[in-house]
């Protein structure tokens, strides 16, 4: 219940496009707890993972606070950590029985056909891609009959270079407040790696309509 209620709030906070402040208030927090702020910052990835709200910003703001390196590895701490939790809520009866409706589509019972078959590359492609969040991804994902531990191989494999590259440009911001603002400007890295989602994202509709 309390779950349901907090989803609840932070989908209220989505919509009404306050979402990057009460993150601002989150990264600030931790800075001042220190270390004793990382189950913190784990925790809101895993939150934002379940309420479908944009992951991006928590790793650029750990790049801020963080530097590369460290923070490299608390990202990919924190994306392992959250992208579990709806991939096993889409498994539940309830969530199953809602979503049931959806195998009886030819196409959408042919796309998850082919992940069921080849899960790791198809997952990788997904997770390289910059067309569906990794929120998204891990519910419709779950709906699938992939076991756990090739969906969060190939889930670390396919979001290890879109993590790294938000954390570096997370070392590029002066501060915290340039999130919130939005003023993050793209590097080459980052344009490098868009194009490299946009040619997984091709191979994997090839493959699938294959």
């Not at 895993?46 to 590369?68: D, E, K, Q, R």
């Not at 997370?170 to 490098?192: C, H, K, N, Y």
Request: glycine content about 10%; charged content about 10%; aromatic content about 8%.
């Amino acid at each position: 219940v309390v779950l349901v209620l907090l989803l609840v709030a932070l989908g209220g906070v989505l919509y009404t496009g306050r979402w990057r402040t009460l993150l601002l208030d989150i990264l600030s927090t931790v800075r001042g707890l220190g270390a004793a702020g990382i189950p913190l910052l784990i925790a809101c990835e895993t939150v934002f993972f379940l309420a479908l709200l944009p992951i991006s910003p928590i790793h650029l703001g750990i790049g801020v606070l963080y530097g590369f390196g460290p923070g490299l590895a608390l990202s990919w701490l924190a994306y392992t950590v959250g992208c579990v939790p709806p991939f096993l809520l889409a498994k539940t009866p309830f969530v199953l029985r809602a979503c049931s409706r959806l195998r009886h589509s030819e196409v959408i019972e042919g796309v998850m056909g082919a992940l069921e078959q080849e899960p790791f590359k198809l997952i990788v492609c997904l997770r390289l891609s910059p067309m569906l969040p990794s929120p998204l991804n891990s519910y419709l994902l779950g709906l699938t009959a992939v076991p756990l531990r090739t969906y969060l191989t190939a889930s670390l494999v396919g979001a290890g270079p879109n993590t790294a590259a938000y954390v570096y440009l997370g070392t590029l911001l002066d501060s915290l407040a340039d999130i919130a603002a939005g003023r993050v400007q793209r590097s080459p890295m980052s344009w490098a790696l868009l194009f490299v989602g946009l040619a997984a994202t091709v191979a994997m509709l090839i493959y699938v309509s294959r």
